[in-house]
DNA sequence: CTGAAAGCGCTTACAG
DNA sequence: CTGAAAGCGCTTACAG
């Protein structure tokens, strides 16, 4: 039975039209394709010439349907959409992920998983062995899919440390900037700098960036001998608007805080006009740190004084290691380094 | 010859085992797979019954290698990646796409060609037929990635008019918004709050957007009776920096300007802050309008008034008319009506 | 080192 | 409506 090609495509080159021009069989073909592994260099030049001459490109899905590897990898989101596409290292981090891949030819397969069927929908078609391995942009508490990924045995590399506990110690990896110590390391420079009542807008308490860096926050209070008040202490989710909405009640109960220390950019813009409308001078009146490095950072005003997450060598490193996984190794846990970057408003 | 399913993932069921729970043909699951024609109700019941009970998921590659059709779509990106990934809007057209195909079960391959030796790798993987058909995005003129898969047949639909001429006429779809007379809507209420001097930042002039815009500035300026001076046209390149400089221009060669229409509202960003250092007041001194109404708007000092661009439309649209190239349709174009959103900073 | 051959899981004319 | 069968393009033990 033949599938009727369309009129306007030409039947594409197979292992078999390779194999006779090479005048080898076509396991011989395949052995070159497959690292040339005992193959005579004769026929390897005879069958690279021939490749080139037909211009033949591997039929991936014949390929996959006998290895049982698709050959591609899935970027999957599963927060509520809008938080992350709000942010600006999401696209440094999903570019950065395409490009690690594409070097090893390897497309990414973008997935959002944001209703409960899209979830389903997605869950069955990892599991159905569609793709090799997933990126995992997802730092909630109970995440079902992406525990329901690792139980299936499927590789899973967090950007992140990952917080749901059914899945500890289990085959997942994580590649993580140092959130803790680079909460410290803002802290520090905002102490450094004489103040003295220092707020901070959390992020959402259920993300390891949440706790984290609070958790920074209040050690670096604590070893400056500074009093840890929670009422210096506000929540938001990430976005701009809760960095707003955070403040203005920082602001209520502390009129007196002359430093924040924000846990993104992106909320810091929001303390930013909170501070402006309220008129408090940024930094003379209240210093503002943030968190990430975005471009948020340069985009506000005053410029953010922030700290760096090396969003570069994240997704290299989550490559890195989902790779490795998907060759058997085990899961590895990947820590990077943060860096204070000094601006205008702190 | 078997290839050894790793231990830890027990082999998943196949159409055959579905055939057999059933007590029917593979061919009729098949059938049942496929639309459920030329099935009685009695099998097809049987069929779905057994599909629950053994959990069976199609192998996409297997039935790809008989139908010659990949089931994915690949979401391509052929402009210098910062200045897209920069972009809010872009954010939003990639969800909006993947959303859209999600809606199919179609996943979506993000490629970005940004070296010309990915553009080779794409190029070569996409006419390989790993793809069914290619969102694009990029308006540059003689983008040779474009070129050729247009050339080969495959269905393409692009973001924006594309400019490139080789393949004009040919078998590519596109959805734009309506560049020029969104121009014009925001020029006209430049002009109907009394300013007279009014200048341009444009895109850059080898994109649709950058050569519409202007073309509708120019347009409604001379419908006002308002003189055309060349001097009050600056060119950026869609980022804030460019923006900036773009203004810092126009205000040394005029420094009696009023308002400025900026064909982004990133580049409008950067004039804010140029503007806010030489000193001028906005909207009082000087009026600025954008074009996007993306998130920088609102994150803008004065919030930006703007155009909006329908991206969730464009993103469904272009779905839309992709999958119905896919279908043996003829390329559609499609325009969408933009909006004038009005703030503060005109 | 190399060829012949089996088989991956599916779809679809072809007969009935 | 339905089954038997061919065949999509590839990989990999198995013999030689």
Known sequence: MRVSSSPSRPRRPTIHDVARVAGV???????VLNGGHHVSQEAADAVNAAI??????VNRHARSLITGRSGSVAFLLTEPQERFFE????NVLLRGCTAALATHDIPL??????????????????????VDGVLLVSSHTGDPVADQLVRAG???VACGKPMFPAVRGARLGYVAADDRDGAREMVRHLVASGRRRIGTVTGPLDTPGGVERLAGYREELAGSGLPVDDALVATGDYSRSSGAAATADLLARCPDLDALFVASDLMAQGALSTLSRAGRRVPQDVAVGGFDDSS???????????IRQPWDRISAEMVRVLLAQMDGESAAAVILPTELVHRESA
């Open 154 to 156: 499927i590789p899973v």
């Open 25 to 31: 069989s076509r396991g011989t073909v395949s052995r």
């Open 52 to 57: 080139r001459t037909t211009g033949y490109v």
């Open 87 to 90: 942010d600006p290292n999401f």
């Open 296 to 306: 948020a950072a340069l985009a506000a005003r005053p410029e953010l004084t922030t």
């Open 109 to 130: 397969l973008l997935m959002i998983a944001g209703t409960r069927t899209e979830q389903r929908r997605i869950t069955r078609y990892v599991t159905a062995g569609h």
